[in-house]
């Protein structure tokens, strides 16, 4: 079954390029089906393997507590890089062809975006092996910050050698304290490779039901491409550029994160493993950075933002935080509820912890329960997005609390589309 797709996806992608020579981006659409149906095909192929090399786990919000393939991610990430190494000489068409397709254009060739294209490659392929490494030895959260470090690398050095830019434009309300331009030199680094942590990071934190860290990755990653649409359509040579080399990682992306999202979306038949979130990340990490709009591009991370700001308390141990911090499934009425962490235990808050949950409270982000004879504080809702949505709506439905998740993250795109294109303008 694995052989037959494989020949499929290369034969039609060779028949493909002898119709559609010159229009690269054609080729990029027709490549990210192809390989969106590979993906599809696969996955049911290789959930038993999984299984049998102990890569699974229980769905713990469904009664029977069955058993799932874990890391199916790797699987689509595969399609994705194989799919990625096939569309490696068409952006360049244009600078080996003229217009009868006979001779090397004169042009000169710009080795500096074939570079950032490999370097894009290498990190994602880098990311993908360290996030399956987690599927398998399931790290902690200090090694998992370590690691879209070393990843984010070859981005960094091709942005140092290719461009070198490390000034950023000042808001209109403090030109007058700062200036208009701030050079931040190595500060500027380790901003872009902050972004890469941040990116791979935030996904896998924002997950916990049935097709969370897929859904959300699409609509991030569809958001990006209306940019980058926008841009070529309406944007200078520097610009139109920048977001065709975007559109090139985004395609494939969303084409291989569809048949992934089929087999994920409630009721899963598999789990996507960290593998799928930190491939996910990097490559948004990937066309922002070198697409030089990493600004934008966190605008489109709203709810991952707020969920990360949310969770630092436990991250940073001021409060308890348990291992899982999945909402809790009643098997009596199938719904989920907010799960809890207990204050009660040794060194479970902290003194600033304390001072934060009850800002959390005041503000009605935190469910506080407190010993009715001590009035000390008991326990408190994890704090995550999925708790604190569970917490100020009720109980609900596995599928029902995925949908809103979704929802949260389509309305999220747009206001980011109004902050970047409406409210822009007031600050710079």
Request: one cysteine or more; hydrophobic letters at 50%.
């Amino acid at each position: 079954m694995i052989f037959p797709t494989w020949v499929f996806l290369v034969i039609l992608f060779g028949i493909s390029t002898l119709t559609i020579l010159k229009e690269p981006l054609y080729i990029c659409i027709l490549a990210s089906v192809l390989a969106g149906y590979a993906t599809h095909k696969l996955i049911p192929s290789f959930k038993s393997q999984l299984v049998k090399a102990h890569l699974f786990g229980n769905d713990l919000h469904k009664a029977d507590k069955r058993i799932l393939p874990e890391a199916t991610g790797i699987i689509s990430g595969m399609s994705y890089i194989v799919c990625l190494c096939l569309l490696i000489p068409f952006p360049f068409l244009k600078w080996f062809l003229n217009e009868k397709g006979s001779k090397l254009n004169e042009e000169e060739f710009p080795h500096h975006k074939f570079e950032e294209f490999i370097a894009g490659i290498m990190s994602i392929v880098s990311m993908l092996f360290l996030g399956l490494i987690d599927d398998v030895l399931n790290l902690r959260w200090r090694q998992k910050i370590l690691f879209p470090t070393i990843a984010s690398l070859p981005l960094l050095m091709v942005y140092i050698v290719s461009y070198g830019v490390t000034t950023i434009v000042v808001p209109i309300p403090l030109r007058p304290i700062f200036g208009r331009i701030i050079e931040l030199g190595p500060l500027y680094y380790i901003y872009m490779g902050m972004v890469a942590v941040f990116c791979t990071n935030a996904i896998n934190i924002l997950a916990g039901i049935n097709g969370l860290e897929v859904s959300q990755s699409i609509v991030i990653a569809l958001s990006l491409i209306i940019n980058d649409i926008h841009f070529i359509l309406t944007g200078a040579q520097p610009a139109v550029e920048a977001h065709t080399f975007s559109l090139f990682f985004l395609i494939p992306f969303v084409g291989v994160s569809i048949p992934l999202l089929w087999y994920n979306w409630y009721p899963a038949q598999v789990f996507v493993g960290d593998s799928f979130c930190y491939f996910a990340g990097m490559t948004f990490a990937v066309v922002g950075i070198l697409g030089h709009f990493s600004k934008t591009l966190l605008l489109f991370f709203i709810p991952q933002i707020f969920n990360f700001l949310y969770s630092v308390p436990q991250i940073f141990k001021l409060v308890e935080c348990p291992r899982h911090r999945l909402p809790s499934f009643n098997e009596e009425d199938k719904k989920l509820y907010p799960s809890r962490a207990d204050l009660t235990l040794p060194g479970a808050l902290t003194k600033y912890g304390k001072i934060i949950l009850k800002i959390f409270e005041i503000l009605k982000l935190a469910d506080i329960e407190y010993d009715k004879e001590t009035k000390e504080m008991k326990s408190v809702n994890n704090l995550t997005l999925l708790n604190l949505f569970l917490v100020r709506f009720g109980p609900r439905y596995e599928r029902n609390l995925a949908v809103m998740m979704v929802i949260v993250q389509v309305l999220s795109s747009l206001l980011a589309f109004f902050i970047r294109y409406k409210l822009v303008n007031l600050v710079y």
